[in-house]
């Protein structure tokens, strides 16, 4: 029902280095997006502090192809302190910038922010994210974050999910979501979302700057065994890094987080039935 490539709004307003962009920007990318056959579209408050909802209220309005639309509720209105109160105001805050009087899935936006307690405690994040499901507002709830432990024993504690994104956690570089999130995930009827593919723009248009910078440099000595084996075989860098985890029938869809029509364009290209073969896989993760 979903793309295999949805897009992420993390950049619609344009990167850091590039300045505050106008509306019409993140726009121009929806609508390229909707033309090429994209029908999933993720967002939070957090991106641009509001601005990547904004962008989406206006690229979406009057759209008649079915689409299906995420958010998350965190980080905004600040203090956030998840309990009911601040979810519900963070939620309708948001649908307000969505222009929207519901959404598909709502997602507490990186769990770890708010620890077990502020998720499954009395007055706390998922009793409000159950009213909201309840009335209507979203059809469903979703989970990310980066502690991979944290989201897995979610999970494995309540239905309620019906979605979990990981970034950076799962692709060309490392595996380590695959070892517990996934299984259970899967084990859960949980969709799996692969989010920032390209670890951060590492595997792509940011591998000088991060190299620079020293950021991921852990990883620099992998990239190389993995560059290495790509280039034995011909392949290049983000085609095969998407199409990676493409090839695992337990990722749902990949969450591309592009800055441009360009970067879209790129990522949606690989969603032609072309996956890796198993020996290929077998290679790179043992690069």
Known sequence: MVSEIGLGGSWFYGR???????VSYGVEVVERAIELGVNYFDTAPLYGKGRSEEV??????GVTEPYYLATKVGYLPEPFDYTRDTVWRGFEASLKRLQRDRVDLVQIHESEQAGWDGIFGPGRTLEALLEIREQGLATHIGLTGSDLDLMSDILTESDAFVSVITFCKYDLLTQVARER???T???RDVAVIAASPLHGGLLGSKRDHWREQGRFADLFER?????AVLQERGLEGVDTGLRYLLSDPQVSLILSGVDSVEELETSVAVSDGRYLDDELVQAIDAA
């Open 223 to 227: 990239q190389e065994r993995v560059e």
């Open 185 to 187: 995930a899967a084990e």
């Open 16 to 22: 850091p280095e590039m300045g505050l962009q106008p």
């Open 56 to 61: 989406l209220g206006h690229a979406l309005k």
């Open 181 to 183: 999130l996934v299984p």
